[in-house]
Structure formats: C-alpha cells, structure tokens
C-alpha cells in the first residue's frame, strides 16, 4: 500500500514563526499536494508540485511557499505563521488521477 | 477549471435507512470522479471512483455511485446504513492530462450523521 507520511499530528506555533510541515511518500510518485481543510471550506489546494524543484500554487497559496528538493519528500513552509493560519494540513502523492492521502497535521497558531 | 458542489452539508438519517449525498461537478474536459471518507480524527481514505467504463461504481462496505453525464452528478448512495458508516463524505473531480500534475478538486463535504 501506498504509505504517506505526515511528520507531525499535532503542532503549536507562536505568530510570526516559520513553520516548516513535512509529508514523505513511499511510491515513487511525480505528483504531491498541500491542502488545507476548514470546517464548511472543505479541502483547499495550497501548492503542488509535478516535479523535483517545480511547483505550482493552487487555490490559496498566499501566506505559503513549498519545496520538492527530492521526489519523495514535499515540504509545505509558513513564513510568517499567522492566526488565520490554523488549520488541519494534508498532504496528498497521485498517480493515475487517485490520491493518497497522509494522517494530516493539526496546525494552531497562537 | 472544475468545480465540485455538494448540495447537503449535513445528512442526518436513522441506522438502516437508505441514503444518498449528492455531488454535481462542472468541467470543460472530461473528469474522474471520486468519493472520499474521513472518519474522525483520521485522514481521507478513497471510497470508490469510476474512471471509464460503467458508470455505476461499488465500494466494498456497501455504498454505490453512478456516474450521470447528462446531469453531471456522481451522487453516493446506501441502502442500509449501520452506526459506523458516520463520518465526513468528499465527492471529488480530477481532470487527468496524462503530463501534468493531476490535482484533485473537492467539494465542501457532507457530514453523515447515524440516528440508533
């Protein structure tokens, strides 16, 4: 089975951090996704990327930014955390149009 | 660009009634179609999804979605649903380009409540 990994459940940060969510996939796979989910917004695409070193924003990128500097391992980054920032975070690897999806990380921001 | 709508936020039904969640989509191109579940405190797992072929798609606890072109819906149905099945639904569209990052469009979700 296909296995992503996010690497926190859990995360409490201050205002103005730098907050760096880490997702590893296990598949080979080119594709991998940043989403966020609010209650009554659903899931929101942040960023994706298609490729080592390329990336592309999705629906919401603002407040973001992302890096792929290997296939199997997407990094989402929060340059300055902010309270509207809190959110579950999910990452996602595809192929074939089918995504696969980590545990999520629950990020506040105090 | 594609969009995803699903018309119920909230579905309260009794245990072993039937259900149906509702998903209607608009595309320019062709799409695949998912349904996805996320059980509490727990991430999405993929439910069922037609990709070609017969457009009445089965999961293996039960529920069941046909694929409607004419109306562009891919609604989600049950016959009989037990305490367990109680979770947050997504219906989702992929436009698949074959080159290209192939990103999945969600809709808002459709949290299914089991009455005992």
């Known amino acids: 089975d296909v296995k992503v990994t996010q690497s926190s459940r859990y995360l409490v940060k201050r205002t103005g951090e730098k907050v760096f969510l880490e997702c590893v996939q296990d598949m080979d796979h080119e594709n991998m996704f940043w989403y966020r989910q609010d209650p009554g917004l659903g899931l929101r695409l942040i960023y994706f990327s298609y490729d080592v070193k390329m990336k592309e924003k999705g629906d919401i990128p603002e407040g973001y930014s992302v890096s792929r500097e290997k296939k199997e391992r997407f990094s989402l980054i929060l340059e300055s955390a902010s309270t509207n920032q809190t959110s579950m975070y999910l990452c996602a690897s595809s192929w074939g149009g089918r995504a696969f999806f980590g545990q999520g990380t629950r990020l506040t921001v105090v | 660009a594609q969009s995803v709508t699903q018309l119920d936020s909230q579905v309260p039904v009794f245990e072993e009634a039937p259900v149906e969640l509702r998903c209607n989509y608009s595309?320019?191109?062709?799409?695949?179609l998912f349904w996805y579940v996320q059980y509490p405190n727990q991430g999405l797992q993929l439910l069922l999804k037609?990709?070609?072929?017969?457009?009445l798609v089965e999961s293996i606890n039960g529920f069941e979605a046909e694929f409607n072109k004419s109306q562009t819906s891919f609604h989600l149905r049950k016959p009989s649903v037990h305490i367990s099945d109680t979770a947050e639904y997504f219906c989702a569209v992929s436009a698949y380009s074959g080159g290209g990052a192939d990103g999945l469009t969600f809709g808002k979700g459709t949290h299914l409540i089991i009455q005992p």
């Open positions: 595309s320019s191109v062709s799409v695949y």
């Open positions: 037609y990709l070609s072929g017969s457009t």
